[in-house]
């Protein structure tokens, strides 16, 4: 099974900052991998798909990048709304597998 | 739009079996796979498995952790998926998600609600 590490754990930064997430794969997996968001009580939401396609609707501060086994979330200009936990998720092979997630906590 | 609604909260006895419905609409729902993702309190997403919803297939794909407890199914005339988990302890405690596949199994596009199973004695 692949396993997916993502790193920092938790991240604490201020509106505007530039942050990047990293999501490691335990082996590689091409380009499909997905980032999703997902606040407190919510679903969560498709932000990057294929490593780095922004999905439709998706404010374009944010991107993807990567392939392989390393894979990065920038979001270029952190907003008020951003603050959540974000997940990487890989569509190479069975099971499909999440990292543990990053959360993004106000500074 | 694009909507997955699921059925409510539910509280099961360990042992017991719990089914979870997922009623989509605003697209068509035999046109995309179905997955559906649990996730435990304060815990990470956990894939579980998929379901191909076509009339002509239905064909399922799971988890191996879920393999033999784990049943997806679906009724195509009322647009409706089910995901059906058995023999439930109490590390089923979780929100339960269906999942509307991206098309080409790339990501998961648009979630439903969550559904609440607690199992407690």
């Known amino acids: 099974d692949i396993q997916l590490t993502q790193s920092p754990s938790f991240l604490s930064a201020s509106v505007g900052d530039r942050v990047t997430l990293t999501c490691r794969a335990s082996?590689?997996?091409?380009?499909?991998l997905a980032w999703y968001q997902q606040k407190p009580g919510k679903a969560p939401k498709l932000l990057i798909y294929?490593?780095?396609t922004l999905q439709s609707g998706v404010p374009s501060r944010f991107s993807g990048s990567g392939s392989g086994t390393e894979f990065t979330l920038t979001i270029s200009s952190l907003q008020p709304e951003d603050f959540a936990t974000y997940y990487c998720q890989q569509f190479n092979s069975y099971p499909l597998s999440f990292g543990g997630g990053t959360k993004v906590e106000i500074k | 739009q694009v909507q997955l609604v699921q059925s409510g909260a539910e509280v099961k006895k360990p042992g017991a079996s719990v089914k979870v419905s997922c009623k989509a609409s605003g697209y068509t729902f035999t046109g995309y796979y179905m997955h559906w993702v649990r996730q435990a309190p304060g815990q990470g997403l956990e894939w579980m498995g998929w379901?191909?919803?076509?009339?002509?297939?239905?064909?399922?794909n799971y988890a191996q952790k879920f393999q033999g407890r784990v049943s997806l199914t679906r009724d195509t005339s009322i647009s409706t998926a089910y995901m059906e988990l058995s023999r439930l302890t109490s590390d089923d405690t979780a929100v339960y998600y269906c999942?509307?596949?991206?098309?080409?199994?790339?990501?998961?596009?648009?979630w439903g609600q969550g559904t609440l199973v607690t199992v407690s004695s």
């Open positions: 379901i191909n919803p076509n009339p002509n297939s239905g064909a399922t």
């Open positions: 999942a509307r596949d991206h098309g080409g199994s790339q990501a998961i596009d648009f």
């Open positions: 082996q590689g997996i091409s380009s499909y």
């Open positions: 294929a490593a780095s």
